[in-house]
């Protein structure tokens, strides 16, 4: 079992810049792939990016692609997502999660969630 909480949102003006943490409890996450998610309102959950377990492999999604970047510090058991440049669009509840596999863009393929951190992006 794998305990991840997510801090680090909050209201933020459009062109700011927010960095969420998530911290891993209950077992070490550098045998996990780990991503960010995000769910806005009304909306499916979708990817924002994913890392791999050593964290040399990171993906991510278009919505914000070249904006946000994703790092982990497996001795920390922490995972991070700075983002800039942020726009009203990002708005949404911010999820972190832990995979088995190798480095899957799925939801479905994530074991472990986090109860989420909310983003609000005000123009």
């Known amino acids: 079992q794998v305990d991840l909480v997510e801090s680090g949102g909050g209201l933020v003006q459009a062109g700011g810049s927010l960095r969420l943490s998530c911290a891993a409890s209950?077992?070490?996450?550098?045998?996990?792939?780990m991503a960010w998610f995000r769910q806005a309102p009304g909306k499916e959950r979708e990817s924002v990016a994913a890392?791999?377990?050593?964290?040399?492999?990171?993906i991510y999604a278009d919505p914000m692609k070249g904006r946000s970047t994703i790092s982990r510090d497996n001795a920390k058991n922490t995972v991070w997502l700075e983002m800039n440049s942020l726009r009203p669009e990002d708005t949404g509840v911010y999820y972190c999660?832990?995979?088995?596999?190798?480095?899957?863009?799925?939801?479905?393929?994530?074991?472990?969630w986090g109860q989420g951190t909310q983003v609000t992006v005000s123009s």
């Open positions: 999660a832990a995979s088995r596999l190798a480095l899957p863009t799925s939801s479905r393929a994530y074991d472990y």
């Open positions: 209950g077992r070490p996450i550098s045998t996990y792939a």
């Open positions: 890392i791999s377990r050593s964290g040399s492999t990171t």
